[in-house]
């Protein structure tokens, strides 16, 4: 059964960092791209990131490029999302998800239930 | 960037009611669009991809259409668990992909 779990959200000063883990089961990291999806409270999804199965291609939004960085770990059950220079604008819950690997990438199929970050002083 | 406007905001339906959601991009996506289901409490569902096409395991009572500009998500018979918020997405400007601002289908 596929599973995305999320962790390591919290509370953050602004200009600080943190680091989200996201932990799949149910299938390989080298198999399907994974992205990073953020929702802040009344707002609606804004993709952040996305990682490609064999991990030479990522892709970042405008609004983190420069700040944050996805990386795995060596067993690649656990991606990462490290967050640097944090804004008040980066509050949001934060999912990992699964590319579908339908017709072409960029459908998700399977979602973490979140991690909520709040960046405030 | 492309802009997804979904409308309208809220929908208000009677169970066994169909309903029709609305979703606009300010660019040409030709079909490379889909749609998630948002139940309270829970992540995102993908409902359709590819504009018309259902994704694994999702009821023949939901239906999308549109190319290009206008896509429409119809939802037929509506069922409790209907009731949710509903996002458009497309993947066109891939590895970019942008998310509508949702619509929330509430029971009337």
């Given at each position: 059964?596929?599973?995305?779990?999320?962790?390591g959200?919290?509370v953050?000063?602004?200009?600080?960092?943190l680091?989200?883990?996201c932990v799949?089961?149910g299938?390989?990291?080298?198999?399907?791209?994974?992205?990073?999806?953020?929702?802040?409270?009344?707002?609606?999804?804004?993709?952040?990131?996305?990682?490609?199965?064999?991990?030479?291609?990522?892709f970042y939004?405008?609004s983190?490029k420069g700040?944050f960085?996805?990386?795995?770990?060596?067993?690649?059950?656990?991606?990462?999302?490290?967050?640097?220079?944090?804004?008040?604008?980066?509050t949001a819950?934060y999912?990992?998800?699964?590319?579908?690997a339908?017709?072409?990438?960029?459908?998700?199929?399977?979602?973490?239930?979140?991690?909520l970050?709040?960046?405030?002083? | 960037e492309?802009v997804?406007?979904?409308?309208p905001?809220?929908?208000?339906?009677?169970?066994?009611?169909?309903?029709?959601?609305?979703c606009?991009?300010?660019?040409?996506?030709?079909?490379?669009?889909a749609?998630?289901?948002?139940?309270?409490?829970?992540?995102?569902?993908?409902?359709?991809?590819?504009?018309?096409k259902?994704?694994?395991g999702?009821p023949a009572?939901?239906?999308?259409?549109?190319s290009?500009?206008?896509?429409?998500?119809?939802?037929?018979?509506?069922?409790?668990?209907?009731?949710?918020?509903?996002?458009?997405?497309?993947?066109?400007?891939?590895?970019?992909?942008?998310?509508?601002q949702?619509?929330?289908?509430?029971?009337?």
């Amino acid at each position: 059964q596929v599973q995305l779990v999320e962790s390591g959200g919290g509370v953050v000063q602004p200009g600080g960092s943190l680091r989200l883990s996201c932990v799949i089961s149910g299938f390989s990291l080298d198999d399907v791209g994974i992205h990073w999806v953020r929702q802040a409270a009344g707002k609606g999804l804004e993709w952040v990131a996305y990682r490609d199965d064999d991990g030479t291609s990522i892709f970042y939004g405008d609004s983190v490029k420069g700040r944050f960085s996805v990386s795995t770990d060596n067993s690649k059950t656990t991606l990462y999302l490290q967050m640097s220079s944090l804004r008040s604008d980066d509050t949001a819950v934060y999912h990992c998800a699964k590319d579908a690997a339908l017709d072409w990438n960029g459908y998700l199929d399977s979602w973490g239930q979140g991690t909520l970050v709040i960046v405030s002083s | 960037e492309v802009v997804l406007t979904q409308s309208p905001a809220t929908l208000s339906v009677s169970p066994g009611e169909g309903a029709t959601l609305t979703c606009r991009a300010s660019q040409n996506v030709y079909d490379y669009l889909a749609w998630y289901q948002r139940r309270p409490g829970q992540s995102p569902r993908l409902l359709i991809y590819g504009a018309s096409k259902r994704a694994t395991g999702i009821p023949a009572r939901f239906s999308a259409s549109g190319s290009g500009t206008d896509f429409t998500l119809t939802i037929t018979n509506l069922e409790a668990e209907d009731f949710a918020v509903y996002y458009c997405q497309q993947r066109y400007s891939w590895p970019t992909i942008t998310f509508g601002q949702g619509t929330r289908l509430e029971i009337k």
